[in-house]
């Protein structure tokens, strides 16, 4: 009989009775029919943990929220710190030593490069050396709070990798979102309306008097700003867009200036316009800027953008449905401070507000990353990593409109095969540029109890359900030291039904 990984498969599928050379896919079915996993019903109910009274599972939380995935040093670090001196730590990265990765990116020369040099650089490779990072970052860096806000402005402020916009986003990313993704705001909002890489996406350098073009001015309103019913309406979007003309980009043959934020006088709607009931004043000649300067404030400071960013955040942070009094907290911490993102996160991950956080679905980038840092692992190459995270359905930099990747439930709840083929994959060890290292990380372990109780401890914090725990357990068996059992026990592990849950 075949088997297909259809997610809704639940009878159960006999389990081999020897250790495999490799975890094929009939092994990893065979073993998720054991755990319930192939069946929705499973994916659909997350782990319920007892964050309320137990100190130590609110500490695993904390880790949860804010890395791209619990492991023993993480673990390490928020007991022998605590609540508050953990998130000090992850809320201060500049203090963070990652001089090893560091030393690991330093032959990533596009990061480093400006426009003008990464025109002489095949444009894959740009994207690829900036994909590469990413994924490196996001597993082996020590300041994870850093990487997981990094993605969320990343979505934020989406900008799509085109053939237009390569070379610019791998500057963006460098220059704006990195820089400021624990910082502020409003130099987030300021450095987005000037980023080439997000003009050149939305057609802003395309945006003159005369014929101007409203695609940012939607975007910068609807999505970065005041949110969909945000109390702004399409004469507006017209009044902002005729703001932004002239906002442009130097063309490649401008040099030095290659690839920069051009302000166009000449192209510049000099006369008045009213923005959301506040009028700007005509302005000629290089003067001009200041309109489009005038609607970053006139939005910074709007309450609805509050709202909209603390309401987001919290989404991000807490879970999908978050109680209106702790958004409302969070808004006003922007409004006090400019929108000072440190503080906002701090305000939103009070200990009793993750407290009463139920658990969220990983994203598939998620996911992928924090199996990846759950144990040991040597990677060489991030090919298999790219190409499985594309087949997911979430290639970094790749969602193709301006809202960026979603952050709900139904977007990634139906998407179990590519998790469950990527388990399969790396720990069949299909790629040489991927290894996991079990022996090291199951070291001088013998028997399937200590297998599991190595697992809970690392891998789940001592929280993992008792039922996933002993049924795996069970599928290690006698066969438990065999380091191919133990890649296909970590594989299970990876596509259990916890596991998708943080």
Not at 301 to 322: D, Q, S
Request: contains cysteine; glycine residues 8%.
């Amino acid at each position: 009989m075949t088997q297909h990984c259809t997610g809704v498969q639940e009878s159960v599928i006999p389990v081999s009775n020897h250790p495999a050379d490799g975890m094929s896919r009939r092994t990893l079915l065979s073993g998720l029919a054991l755990l319930g996993a192939a069946g929705t019903r499973a994916r659909a109910v997350p782990p319920q943990a007892p964050a309320e009274v137990d100190p130590s599972s609110l500490l695993n939380k904390l880790v949860r929220r804010t890395t791209m995935g619990l492991n023993e040093y993480e673990l390490s670090q928020v007991r022998s710190r605590g609540y508050n001196g953990y998130l000090d730590y992850q809320l201060n990265p500049a203090a963070i030593n990652d001089s090893a990765l560091d030393v690991r990116l330093q032959s990533y020369s596009t990061l480093t490069m400006n426009y003008q040099q990464l025109l002489g650089v095949p444009v894959e490779l740009v994207r690829n050396q900036c994909v590469e990072a990413a994924i490196l970052r996001a597993v082996f860096s020590r300041k994870q709070l850093l990487e997981r806000m990094v993605e969320f402005w990343t979505d934020h402020f989406n900008v799509t990798m085109n053939d237009r916009t390569i070379r610019l986003k791998s500057i963006e990313d460098r220059t704006l979102i990195r820089q400021h993704a624990l910082g502020s705001f409003r130099d987030l909002l300021f450095g987005s309306a000037t980023s080439p890489a997000m003009l050149a996406y939305l057609n802003n350098d395309l945006n003159m008097a005369g014929n101007p073009n409203e695609n940012y001015a939607r975007e910068l309103m609807e999505l970065h700003t005041l949110g969909v019913g945000g109390g702004y309406s399409q004469q507006d979007v017209i009044e902002v867009a005729r703001c932004f003309t002239g906002w442009h980009v130097y063309p490649d043959s401008a040099g030095s200036l290659a690839g920069t934020f051009q302000f166009n006088a000449a192209l510049h709607d000099p006369n008045q316009k009213v923005v959301l009931g506040q009028t700007i004043p005509a302005r000629q000649g290089q003067t001009g800027i200041q309109d489009g300067y005038d609607v970053l404030n006139i939005l910074l400071f709007h309450p609805n953008t509050a709202r909209f960013i603390a309401k987001k955040l919290c989404r991000w942070l807490l879970g999908y449905e978050v109680p209106q009094n702790v958004e409302a907290r969070v808004a006003a911490v922007f409004t006090a401070t400019g929108g000072g993102i440190s503080q906002m996160i701090r305000e939103a991950l009070r200990p009793d507000h993750l407290a009463a956080a139920p658990p969220k679905f990983k994203r598939t980038w998620h996911h992928f990353m924090s199996f990846l840092r759950a144990m040991p692992v040597n990677i060489t190459s991030t090919m298999i990593i790219s190409w499985s995270l594309k087949a997911a359905g979430m290639g970094r930099f790749e969602w193709p409109t301006p809202d960026g990747y979603p952050d709900n439930l139904e977007h990634w709840f139906g998407l179990p095969i590519a998790r469950w083929n990527f388990a399969a994959d790396v720990m069949n060890m299909g790629d040489p540029g991927v290894v996991p290292d079990v022996g090291t990380f199951f070291a001088g372990l013998t028997t399937a109890d200590q297998i599991a109780d190595r697992i809970d401890a690392a891998v789940f914090g001592g929280e993992w359900p008792r039922h996933e725990r002993d049924r795996l357990r069970d599928f290690a068996g006698s066969y438990a030291s065999f380091p191919s059992r133990q890649r296909e026990v970590m594989g299970l592990v990876m596509a259990s039904p916890s596991f998708q849950w943080y």
